[in-house]
């Protein structure tokens, strides 16, 4: 039994521990706390921290500084939200002796004695990471005691691109408006941009494009260069460069000169001068990002010069100070052979062409961050380049932020592929890096949905370490975020992890792609065929008729096949014996081809269909069953979403039946639905004010 | 000295408190729970509430429901926050008979013994808006057993209009993107819809228009009436009921009709029809808010028919179920006399041609919500045509949400006005009601600037009761929002009450008018004279020269003087007596005429100027001395903007001078210090970026 003295102190402990605790721990679960939430531990783990009862010191020969102060402030946070007792006894020590961030930011962490935890690494940003990483296993419940990491990143450049414009909209954007408010920055920095970059740091996040690849000029000009200043001073403590989408021709846009040719000497000098200018009021300005010659927008083949020409001009203005990321999503106007071809065409030819400081970078996949694509050709063919990934965070394709769709397994299929040139899609990138584009916004959880926080997440894990499963990353993301209950876990993480495949079933089985509504990409719309250039249409890549449907990618076909390399290829050759997944993006059969579970092409895809429907039809029964285990608000948030993606996922089959129907006419496979409506009622749908365009 | 006993006491005490506390209390101060952030009490204050420690109960005869449910709950949050203890001796009584919200909320409030506080009213809207004055009353520390209330409100509709857009985009907003977020609607409800409801509630707003006045028909279209529709239940037991904009043409644009005339049949029985099908919805829809006839709208003009005609055939589908508000505000591209005018020529006449649920909506002023306005004509002059006050609460004009303008002496100038037929502006509304154009967005803080939710809040409160002081007002605001300090409350108050002369001073002085960059209406722009219509131009307001400056609106000019009662156009008619808050509004002066300080009109406009530049400064000394008084977060914040105020200030009065110079050509006066810039500086910039188009 308690004494009065006792009680006291227990009460005083929890008194002073609400009032330590971290504001958003206190707050309504909006979702704002995304992963660093660092809810108190309780039971086994909770004792075990109390039994360590750390406090944070320095290692003699470590001394303070902006980012070192980041580290431990995040660790007083963590510790004290966490549940360590007030009374210390052990302690963390932070060995990291080099001041500044200049590093690669690989640490270890490991106990030196029964008392002392020690993060190590060459300098601050060590800690940083290192401060972060520790606060993770420690919130996974882990035993401090029994802590030992010992990491460094696989790729130097780890980092998310903003699609987002400079009224604050942005760009396939599903979660409110932008987070950066260039209207009132420098004046105002939103104490936002420092929680994402908090988010960021946590899992090694190291550069930030800021604007959209489709950017104005105006954004190179003095006053948003003091805007761009005020964000890279808020983001040098937290271990992230800033980079600027530009634009090519800004040189005439706003530099008053006739031309903006790479080769032409005043255009020249005006980079290098425009560079200066930057690198005067931002000493680590990470450099620029281009979209050139894409979509409409200017670069160098305008002036009969070639992509390298165009990047290796930018690169000589930033010169060791920075780097140039040339996008190779192109394909012209002009070609109408097969869009998945065109950039490997017209970028492998200028394999050692490019300048160091230059990295390319590759979509995951041939066409656009569709729910499945086969990885990009380009990864392992230039060898002389530095490449980087980019994937896509914002789900552009695969439900916008209504539908949960977990996307580790869609980059892992892409970074742990073979490339059969010498090591995997991954090690093609580890002198350059990954870049995702960001799902990020305004909205109060980030990223409209709770569980696209765990896409963010995820990118950051797999940049750091891509040989993580996702499942692993899954489940300490849910553990952070959501709550450690292990039964809760199994059952969480195993929804997500079929998440995606569920997507594609219901929206682009067997490989199909591209079948979504025009400009907005909202919703099914497989009988597009009247745009103005061939390969918009959707038409284009089912290439569907009463005869058959899937896209001839073969020798006998645009031969897209033999852009990869043999041992590839021939995966993929014979369509009896591949990966059925990739079924149609390879090859062009006939409805009544058998497919290897013994039904018809026509019924196996009508069984894909549906099998996607019943898998959200199964993950909102599993969420249903979670109520407990999750905060109310958080659980009915998810709820109403997945009542969305259920009557949506139907509509993407019905849609998708009633249209192949009527091009082949065959009669449902035995036991399947009818579509809930004519195919007239879908062509008829109609979305103005869909969001995200 | 305390024994275990008592200190073990104390502490459970302050740990429940803690616990109980509300979610937005505890979280860092982003400004999201606004004024109604019950703050714990302290000093005798807490003492009182303590020993009255109220619980809430409900008299005999009153049943609960969900309005009634509101006003418990919020009880029950506000008596816990504000710090009262968990064991009950008083009550705080509910006497609401009547379910539901049809009466007008007159409740009172008061002790009918020494432990029981009576809220008391009609029905549960009564004990609604009571929960919330009492909550208010006990915010600014009164004594509970003290407090007598009785309170009706002054007017019917006390609403707000939001221009919000269906993507998202705010006309004249500052404050992020719009609060509704249609896309996800109705699968989804952001929470802060319901705190937005709270909000209004607590201050008397009763109705809602939620799309701007711009609108698309799109709004009428059955699946955005399921989106209205889940906004409607939400915001019902807070009392406030929903209004839609419609656009004036929809029965052509989405009916299929050739025609929108309000007098072809079948447009009646299309508006009947979607009235009817809003009503099957929503069976309190509010009715229809319409801009018709007016920069670019369609209306009943474009087939030759009056706004009455127009108004009236909507009343008619609405029935006795609803009101149709129609704008005032309108002026035609033919008309090239004066704009102040056209208002009052084309709406006095048809006074008297109006259904009785047609409320005509009429801005403070003639002109468009400038700094300083007189008031609008035709308040008073319409006397048998129910008439709404409209406010801009957003600052169009004013400085956007950077700088701090406290707009209750603005509304107030209107609403005390006398206008010299039978009464004030407040007096000809009391059968309509106010309307304001809203200022909230996504940003956290609502507003944008932490000082401008004291703009919503007068808004409301002014509604309520037009007779309530400025200064009230302001101290209630600042004392529930930022800290109940006295002397911080004299500084605040203060500081607030001059701060929208201090705009004028520095943008308009002596009754100038709309000298701002067109489209965005940000900064000084008094040299554009070259837009397509005259009245769009600055110098079509200010008609300055070598010569002179002023727009004569008397007998000799346009004679919109005449617009008024003898007994106010005799108060502005002669220059030498009047205000000179409102000279250059009615007069063109030359130069050097001589004003009632002894300066040259020239001299008394450049002192002007520098007054509203110093009152600047001196706003921000009076914040920064204000540090202790005010959270961190909030008070950097504020001390932020007021910056940009000073500076932007400092350029709107040097571009002024600096264009007035180069007209008259005259010298500054002595002591005047000369613009930072010449003229031509000025007039090259631009701000493609500008927020709020």
């Not at 932020?401 to 592929?417: G, I, N, V």
Request: charged share 25%; proline share 6%.
């Amino acid at each position: 039994m308690m004494n009065g003295r006792g009680l006291v102190n227990r009460l005083a402990a929890a008194l002073l521990a609400l009032t330590l605790l971290p504001a958003t721990a206190a707050h309504a679960e909006d979702g704002y706390a995304l992963w660093l939430r660092y809810a108190p531990l309780g039971g086994d783990a909770l004792a075990r921290l109390q039994g360590f009862a750390p406090r944070v010191e320095r290692a003699s020969g470590t001394t303070g500084g902006p980012m070192l102060a980041v580290a431990e402030a995040e660790l007083a946070r963590g510790l004290t939200s966490l549940g360590a007792p007030a009374k210390t006894k052990g302690s963390i020590r932070l060995d990291c002796p080099r001041a500044g961030g200049d590093g690669d930011g690989s640490f270890h962490i490991r106990a030196v004695d029964a008392r002392t935890l020690v993060i190590a690494g060459a300098d601050h940003r060590a800690c940083l990471y290192g401060a972060f990483a520790l606060l993770r296993e420690l919130s996974l419940g882990r035993d401090p005691r029994a802590i030992e990491l010992d990491e460094r990143p696989a790729m130097p450049l780890r980092m998310l691109d903003h699609w987002d414009n400079v009224d604050g909209s942005v760009e396939r954007g599903y979660a409110g408006r932008s987070i950066f408010d260039w209207w009132r920055l420098p004046d105002h920095l939103d104490r936002r941009l420092i929680d994402y970059a908090r988010a960021n740091a946590s899992i090694g996040i190291d550069a930030v494009a800021v604007n959209n690849v489709n950017a104005p000029a105006i954004f190179l000009e003095p006053r948003f260069i003091a805007k761009l200043r005020r964000i890279a001073d808020a983001w040098r403590p937290y271990g992230i460069r800033v980079f600027l989408s530009a634009r090519f021709s800004a040189p005439r846009d706003i530099g008053g000169l006739a031309t903006a040719d790479p080769l032409d000497p005043a255009v020249r000098r005006w980079w290098k001068a425009k560079a200066d200018e930057i690198y005067a009021a931002i000493p680590d300005f990470g450099g620029f990002l281009v979209k050139a010659n894409s979509e409409g927008q200017p670069g160098p083949q305008d002036y009969g010069r070639s992509h390298a020409d165009g990047a290796n001009m930018l690169a000589a203005a930033l010169g060791s100070r920075g780097t140039v990321i040339w996008r190779a999503f192109v394909y012209s106007a002009e070609d109408a052979s097969d869009r998945a071809k065109q950039a490997y065409a017209d970028f492998v030819p200028l394999d050692g062409q490019f300048a160091d400081n230059v990295i390319v970078q590759v979509k995951n996949g041939p066409i656009d961050f569709q729910p499945r694509e086969p990885f990009h050709p380009i990864f392992g063919a230039m060898p002389k380049t530095r490449l980087m990934f980019e994937g896509q965070i914002t789900k552009e394709y695969l439900g916008f932020s209504t539908h949960l769709a977990f996307l580790a397994p869609l980059w892992k299929e892409a970074l742990d592929a073979d490339t059969g040139r010498g090591g995997t899609v991954a090690g093609m990138v580890r002198r350059g890096g990954m870049a995702g584009v960001a799902n990020v916004g305004s909205d109060r959880n980030w990223t409209g949905g709770h569980f696209d926080q765990a896409n963010w997440y995820a990118f950051g894990r797999l940049a750091w370490n891509p040989s993580l499963a996702s499942e692993a990353v899954a489940r300490e993301w849910a553990a952070q975020t959501l709550g450690r209950d292990a039964g809760f876990l199994d059952a969480v993480t195993a929804m997500m992890l079929g998440s995606r495949q569920a997507v594609v079933d219901y929206m682009t089985p067997l490989g199909l792609a591209h079948q979504m509504g025009t400009n907005h990409h909202y919703g099914p719309a497989p009988w597009v065929c009247d745009l103005a250039r061939p390969e918009w249409n959707p038409c284009y890549y089912s290439r569907a008729d009463a005869h058959g449907i899937g896209f001839d990618r073969t020798a006998s076909g645009s031969d897209a096949l033999a852009q990869y390399a043999p041992s590839v290829a021939d995966e993929w050759r014979d369509p009896k014996a591949m990966d059925e997944d990739y079924l149609l993006w390879f090859h062009h059969l006939p409805w009544d081809w058998r497919t290897r579970s013994g039904r018809s092409l026509w019924a196996e895809l009508v069984h894909r269909y549906d099998r996607g429907v019943a898998a959200v039809d199964a993950m909102a029964a599993t969420w249903d069953a979670q109520r407990s285990h999750v905060d109310a608000e958080r659980f009915a948030d998810v709820a109403e979403d997945l009542k969305v993606q259920q009557r949506e996922a139907r509509w993407w089959r019905d849609a998708s039946i009633a249209w192949w129907q009527s091009l082949n006419g065959l009669p449902l496979p035995a036991g399947a639905a009818p579509p809930a409506h004519d195919i007239d009622h879908y062509r008829a749908l109609a979305f103005p004010e869909a969001p995200g365009i």
